[in-house]
C-alpha cells in the first residue's frame, strides 16, 4: 500500500519499471503445418519414440504385407475342379491360395451336412435374421417396438421352425446333427445374443435388486459363470444339464451348447447392462416414483430405454467376443463353420500343400469381416450417442 | 374441449387435514436428520418450508412422498397412513405431485411423453384423453409450442415448467416442490414462480422448500424455519418476517435478507 501511496505522478507518466516500455520483436512464424509433409512431420515424426515406433512399423508392414498379398492374390489360383489346379507345375512355380477349393466347397462350409434340397430354408433363415439385425442396427428406424418383438418373438419362432422343420406344414424335419458351418456358428451366436441379453438384464437387476436372495443369487451366477473359462461351461452344459431333465427328454446336443453360451454371454451382458444401470442418475428414478410409477414401469420406460442405448457399444463388443467364442463348440462334438473349414482339408480331392492355409485364411476373413463390421459399427454409435450428449 | 372439468381442478381430499405429520424421526445411521417433526397442513393451505442448508427440509418433504422412509412418529397423507404397504404407498406417490430443483424431466422422451406416460400407464387414462389434459397444462405453463421437443431442447425455467405440468397432469391432491428455482438463472425464477402463484390461487395444496421470500410473503399461509433437522418455528408470513421468536430465525433471515 505504502509504495503505492509514495509514488509521484513523474513516475505514474513512465509507468512501472516492470511494464515493456517496447513491442518484443515477432517470433518466428511456425513451421508450414499444411498438407502432406505436414501431417507426416506432426504425426509421424514427432519425436524420438515416435521415429522409432514409424519405422518398427514400416517395416513390419513391409515384412507382412507383401507377401500375403502374393499368397492371397497375385498367386493365388481362382479357377480349378480338383486338386490338379493348385498344384505345382512348370508354368506356375509358385501356388498362392486355392481360391477354387473353397469356391467348390463354400456350400459345405455354409450349410455342413444340411439336406441339398432344404438348403433354401437356411437362405430364408439367413435373410430373416440379416431383416431382423439390419433394423435393429438402424437407431432411427420406424416402429423400433415391433422391431424388439420380431427380433426377440418372431425371429427365434419361425428360425425353429424353419431350420428343424415341421411336418404339418410341409417342412420335413432336419436333425440338428445335420447342421454344420456358417448356419451353425450363425445359430449359435444369434440365439447366444438373442437369450443373453434379456437374462443378461434380469441379472443386472437382480444384482441392484434390495431382495438379498435375489441379490445373493444373481451376484452368485455373474462371478462363478465369469470365472470360469467357456470351454468348462460347454462341457457342464453337455455333461450336466441331461442330469436335471427326464431321461425321454434327452437334449439335443446342440441345444446343450446353446444353453452353455447364452448364459455364459449372460453374465457378461449382465455386467454390460449393469453399467448402463449406473449411468442413470438417481433423478430419473426419483422423478418415475413421484409421479407413481411402479418398479417394472420405472424400469421399461425410464431407466432401460436409456441405460441400453448407451450400452449398445459394449453389447456389441461383447457379441463380437461371443462370435468369435463360438469355435469353442466344436469341443463339443457341435460341427460349427470352423470345423467345416477344418475337415475340408482331409478332402483328398483337394489334397495339395496349401489347402490347409487357404481353409484358414478364408476363415479368418470370414471372422474378420464380421467382426470388423460390428465394430465399425459399435464406433459408429459411440459417435452418434457423443453427438447426441451435445445437444 | 370436452373434458371433465374436474380434471383440470385440484383433486378433492378426502379429509380436511392434507398431510399430518406427527412426532416424524429419522435418522441417517447414525446421523439424527429429523428430529420429532409436527406438522398439520390443512386443504388449500400453503406452507413454505426454509431453513439453512442441510437442517432436513427436503429431506421432510421427501418423507411425505415416502422417497425417503422414516423411522419413528408417523406421516398420515390425506387419511392414508404411510407404513411399509406398498399399495398405500403407490396410492399416495399418485395423489403426490413432486417438482425437485433439477427437474428430472426424462430426457429420452418428448416434453408430450413426459406428461402422458404416468397418466396412461398409473391413472390408465386413454393415450388421447392423456395428451387433451396434456396440452391444457401446458397452455397453463404457457408452452404449448414446446409439446414435442425433447426436456434438453429448453431452457431451464421451461424445463422446470414441463416438470410442474407433469405433476398436474397426474390430477394431485397435494403439490411439494423441492427448492424448484434454485437451479434456474436469475431471469427464468420468475416465470416460474408466477406458474407457482397461479397454482396457489386455484386452491392447491402446497408445500414449498424455497428461499424465494417474496414469494412466501405473496403466496404463504405459513412460513415452516427449520434448522437442525428441527422445525425451530412455524408462523403466518407477516409475524414470522417482522417478528420472528427465535434467536436462530432473526439469524436466518438477517443472512437472507440482507
Ligand atoms: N442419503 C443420505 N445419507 C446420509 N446423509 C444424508 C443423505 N441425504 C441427506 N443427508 C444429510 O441429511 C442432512 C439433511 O439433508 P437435506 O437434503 O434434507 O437438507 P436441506 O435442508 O434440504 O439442505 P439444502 O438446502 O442444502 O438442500 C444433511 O446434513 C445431509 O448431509
Ligand atoms: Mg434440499
Known amino acids: 500500500m505504502s509504495d503505492i501511496a509514495t509514488t509521484t505522478d513523474a513516475e505514474l507518466m513512465e509507468g512501472p519499471a516492470f511494464v515493456r516500455g517496447q513491442p518484443l520483436a515477432p517470433l518466428p512464424p511456425p513451421i508450414k503445418e499444411g498438407g502432406a509433409v505436414g501431417w507426416m512431420r506432426k504425426n509421424l515424426f514427432s519425436g524420438v519414440l515416435n521415429i522409432a515406433l514409424t519405422i518398427v512399423c514400416a517395416a513390419l508392414i513391409v515384412w507382412i504385407v507383401p507377401p500375403l498379398i502374393k499368397f492371397l492374390v497375385i498367386d493365388a489360383v481362382w479357377n480349378g475342379s480338383g486338386r490338379a489346379d493348385c498344384l505345382q507345375q512348370p508354368g506356375q512355380p509358385e501356388i498362392g491360395a486355392c481360391w477354387a477349393y473353397v469356391f467348390d466347397k463354400i456350400s459345405f462350409f455354409t450349410y455342413g451336412f444340411y439336406p441339398i434340397g432344404e438348403r433354401w430354408r437356411v437362405d430364408v433363415f439367413f435373410a430373416l435374421l440379416t431383416i431382423g439385425v439390419g433394423w435393429m442396427a438402424w437407431l432411427n428406424a420406424p416402429r423400433r417396438d415391433i422391431c424388439m418383438i420380431y427380433f426377440f418373438i418372431v425371429l427365434p419362432a419361425a428360425s425353429l421352425i424353419l431350420l428343424l422343420g415341421w411336418p404339418p406344414i410341409g417342412l420335413p424335419k432336419v436333425a440338428t446333427t445335420q447342421w454344420g458351418g456358417v448356419l451353425v456358428t450363425v445359430v449359435v451366436a444369434s440365439v447366444g445374443i438373442v437369450f443373453s441379453l434379456p437374462i443378461g438384464i434380469v441379472l443386472a437387476l437382480g444384482r441392484r435388486s434390495k431382495m438379498p436372495a435375489v441379490r445373493l443369487f444373481s451376484v452368485m451366477f455373474i462371478e462363478f459363470v465369469r470365472g470360469v473359462p467357456l470351454i468348462t461351461v460347454l462341457f457342464m452344459a453337455s455333461v450336466m444339464l441331461p442330469l436335471f431333465v427326464p431321461d425321454t427328454w434327452s437334449p439335443d446336443k446342440l441345444l446343450r451348447a446353446l444353453v452353455g453360451v447364452s448364459l455364459f454371454a449372460a453374465a457378461y451382458m449382465a455386467e454390460v447392462v449393469r453399467a448402463g444401470l449406473q449411468a442413470i442418475p438417481k433423478g430419473q428414478f426419483e422423478g418415475a416414483m413421484a409421479v407413481g410409477l411402479g418398479y417394472w414401469q420405472t424400469m421399461r420406460f425410464i431407466v432401460l430405454p436409456q441405460a441400453l442405448k448407451i450400452t449398445i457399444p459394449n453389447i456389441v463388443n461383447t457379441t463380437i467376443g461371443l462370435f468369435k467364442d463360438t469355435t469353442l463348440v466344436f469341443i463339443v462334438g457341435i460341427f460349427d463353420f470352423l470345423m467345416t473349414v477344418e475337415a475340408g482339408r482331409g478332402d483328398p480331392a483337394w489334397a495339395t500343400p496349401v489347402t490347409s492355409t487357404t481353409g484358414y485364411a478364408f476363415a479368418a476373413i470370414f471372422y474378420l469381416v464380421f467382426c470388423y463390421g460390428m465394430s465399425r459399427y459399435a464406433r459408429f454409435v459411440e459417435a452418434r450417442l457423443a453427438a447426441g450428449d451435445r445437444r | ?258
Open chain 2, 1 to 258: 374441449m370436452a373434458l371433465a372439468n374436474s380434471a383440470l381442478k385440484p383433486a378433492p381430499l378426502k379429509t380436511g387435514v392434507a398431510v399430518d405429520m406427527i412426532g416424524v424421526h429419522k435418522w441417517y445411521g447414525d446421523f439424527h436428520v429429523l428430529r420429532d417433526i409436527n406438522l398439520r397442513v390443512t386443504k388449500s393451505e400453503r406452507i413454505v418450508i426454509c431453513g439453512p442448508s442441510g437442517s432436513g427440509k427436503s429431506t421432510m418433504i421427501r418423507c411425505i412422498n415416502r422417497l425417503e422412509e422414516h423411522q419413528k412418529g408417523s406421516i398420515i397423507v390425506d387419511g392414508t397412513e404411510l407404513a411399509n404397504d406398498l399399495k398405500k404407498i403407490d396410492e399416495v406417490r399418485r395423489d403426490v405431485g413432486m417438482v425437485f430443483q433439477h427437474f428430472n424431466l426424462f430426457p429420452h422422451l418428448t416434453v408430450l411423453e413426459n406428461l402422458t406416460l404416468a397418466p396412461i400407464w398409473v391413472r390408465k387414462q386413454p393415450k388421447k384423453e392423456a395428451e387433451e389434459i396434456a396440452m391444457h397444462y401446458l397452455q397453463r405453463v404457457k408452452i404449448p409450442e414446446q409439446a414435442g421437443k425433447f426436456p434438453g431442447q429448453l431452457s431451464g425455467g421451461q424445463q422446470q415448467r414441463v416438470a410442474i405440468a407433469r405433476a398436474l397432469c397426474m390430477n394431485p391432491k397435494i403439490m411439494l416442490f423441492d427448492e424448484p428455482t434454485s437451479a434456474l438463472d436469475p431471469e427464468m425464477v420468475k416465470e416460474v414462480l408466477d406458474t407457482m402463484v397461479q397454482l396457489a390461487e386455484d386452491g392447491m395444496t402446497m408445500l414449498c422448500v424455497t428461499h424465494e421470500m417474496s414469494f412466501a410473503r405473496q403466496v404463504a399461509n405459513r412460513i415452516v424455519f427449520m434448522d437442525e433437522g428441527q422445525i425451530v418455528e412455524v408462523n403466518e408470513p407477516k409475524a414470522f418476517f417482522d417478528n420472528p421468536q427465535h434467536e436462530r430465525t432473526r439469524l436466518f433471515l438477517s443472512q437472507i435478507l440482507h
